[in-house]
Every structure is written in structure tokens, then in C-alpha cells.
């Protein structure tokens, strides 16, 4: 019930005013339908088993399906379930607004990056790349807002290209395919340099006995001229990596060779949907199209 109080703003009664401090507190939605009932089993209760069959319930019924769908695959992620949050997110994802799709597919990169299925990943990630070359991610806005340990910032088209760049680099390097890995952090670098992706890069050059060009990456960060220069850990992997070069002096080839150059559809394409934040779809976007043995690895 509830009543007038001061000042003409209207309050709740003591009773729903502790029940709603309360889901304040612990973050619950409010309500009794079984979505509410899921997140109180998944944050108050701790009971995992539970929350799924709630969360279960919410999608079948159809409350809050976005929001279901995801949960319980992250709660299966947490209690090692993986293969199961996967197979749950293929075959409800249709019941979900068209604004969740973009969520849903993080999700799954996690899942797939959980349990190995680095295949399946790239493919994800290279699908995520050719939505904003179409100007199809963020639902066709220029920024989205993000969450981070329950904190809200902006996030850019261009940093999000080099996010997905940075994650599909890292993916090959999971397969020890590192001529792919190269190309995608080199892309990556010049959209939104880090420290991080440059000591991943060096990486890649040091694997195919390039010392030089991997010499010459760290460089940049040695001398503090990219983000994240100063971070204790970036400076530790750095002093790693030179210990690996130390050996080898300065032998290596010191260009990159013409075959493990991007596509130039590709790369004037993505240049000019960051450059002007705005769709552009003139041509097809064969994403990583290779005349090298990289071919195979990178065609989309």
C-alpha cells in the first residue's frame, strides 16, 4: 500500500520498504516470477542447481528470456557446465530480442574459449567483425554502454574492433598458428595500440624466427610510447621476451613478407567504418582473404 508522506513525493510502506532495500542490497529484481526467484537462488542462496531449474522456468515461460538465457549460461560456466550453456544458447537464442544477440555471442566466445573449441571462437569473432563492417553492431549506434564490475562506461566502435582483433590474435596463437596471428594483432596495433598486443605480437615474430621485427615491437613499449607501457606487468613480460631474443642478436628478416598482408577491401574498409563511425557497405568483406598458407585459417 502506499502513502502519502512529505513534500508531496509518495513513499512505500515500512515492510516494502525493507523488502526493497533489500533487493537493492543483493541486486535482485523485484517481484515473484520465476526469473526473480532464479536470481535470489543464484546471489542470496548460493544454490546453483536451483537457479538453473528457475532460470529454465523463465525461459520456457517466457519471463525475461534475455536475461534468463544469459544468466544460466554464466552460472553453468561458473559450476563447469560449459558444453551445456553452449547447447542452451543455440537453441533458445531465437526466443531473444534482437538486442541481446550481441550479448548472447560474448557469452558464447567465453563459453567456446572455456572449453577449447577455438574453431568455433574464430568463427564467432570473424562474424563479429564483418556486423560492424556492415554497420550492423551496436544495434547501428557509433557507442554502446558497457558494464565492468557493476560500473557503466562508453565503448566506441573502433575500441571494440580492436578488442575482437586482440581476442581472435590470441585464439591463433592458441592453435600455434602464429603467421595468422601476426597479421590480426598488426591490424589491431594500428587501430588502438597496447602494450599487452605488442608483447603478443613480439610473441608471433619470435615464433617464426623473425628477431629483429620482434626486437623492434618492444621498442614502442620499452620506450613508454604505447597505452599501457607503465603497467608493472607489461614491463615484466617485456624483460621476458628480451631475455628469449637475447640469444639470437639481431639475426632474422626484417620485413614483413607481401603474403601475409591483409586484404585491401578489407583494410580500407574497416579504416573508413572507424575513421567516420558510420556503416559502410560498398563492397563485400572477405575478412581475412589470403594468397598465403594462411589462406584456410583466415578466410571468412
Known sequence: MMKKINNNNYGCTKKEELECNYNVIHKLPTGDSPYV??????????????????????????????????????????????????????????????????????????????????????????????????????????????????????????????????????????????????????????????????????????????????RSVLEGVLQGKISGSDDPRSKSRVEELLKELKPFGSLGCTSLSPKLNLEDAFLDGLDQLINQYAPFRSRRLPIFEEISPCRDQLAC
Open 37 to 214: 526467484r532464479a536470481k535470489y537462488a543464484q546471489l542470496v542462496e548460493k544454490d546453483a542447481e536451483a537457479a538453473i531449474v528457475l532460470f529454465w522456468k523463465a525461459i520456457n515461460a517466457g519471463d525475461r528470456v534475455d536475461s534468463a538465457l544469459k544468466d544460466m549460461a554464466v552460472v553453468m560456466k561458473q559450476h563447469n557446465r560449459t558444453e551445456e550453456a553452449i547447447e542452451a544458447i543455440k537453441s533458445f537464442r531465437d526466443r531473444c530480442s534482437k538486442q541481446a544477440q550481441e550479448s548472447l555471442d560474448n557469452v558464447l566466445i567465453d563459453l567456446y574459449k572455456k572449453c577449447g573449441k577455438l574453431d568455433e571462437q574464430i568463427e564467432l569473432l570473424k562474424q563479429k567483425l564483418q556486423m560492424i563492417y556492415q554497420g550492423e553492431a551496436f544495434n547501428g549506434k557509433p557507442t554502446k554502454t558497457a558494464r565492468s564490475h557493476g560500473r557503466k562506461f562508453q565503448v566506441t566502435i573502433k575500441q571494440e574492433t580492436s578488442r575482437i582483433l586482440g581476442n581472435l590474435g590470441w585464439a591463433y596463437m592458441q592453435q600455434s598458428n602464429y603467421a595468422a596471428a601476426e597479421i590480426v594483432y598488426r591490424k589491431s596495433q594500428q587501430i588502438d595500440p597496447d602494450a599487452n598486443k605488442a608483447c603478443n605480437l613480439c610473441t608471433c615474430l619470435l615464433k617464426q624466427a623473425r628477431y629483429s621485427e620482434a
